[in-house]
């Protein structure tokens, strides 16, 4: 029994190397990985921007003197 060369168990020739079917799952595939970085990107950036804005809620409230003013704040 003849082992198989290394070129033909290659994951990219063979990725580059298929057709039909095969080649339309890649690359849908491909794009469903694209668009869960760009998702987890932009979630990522939406935490941070939250933090932030929390932390600045957090700051103006511990000085409120009153909940006249703790209102507005939080309105902001």
Do not use: Y
């Not at 950036?45 to 009153?66: I, K, N």
Request: hydrophobic share 55%; proline share 4%; charged share 20%.
């Amino acid at each position: 029994m003849a082992e198989p060369s290394p070129h033909q168990i290659d994951p990219l020739s063979l990725a580059f190397q298929s057709r039909g079917v095969v080649l339309g799952v890649l690359l849908i595939l491909v794009v469903a990985s694209f668009a869960v970085w760009v998702i987890w990107f932009l979630k990522a950036l939406q935490l941070a921007r939250m933090r932030s804005a929390q932390r600045d809620f957090e700051e103006a409230a511990a000085s409120a003197t009153s909940a006249r003013e703790l209102e507005v704040i939080a309105d902001q």
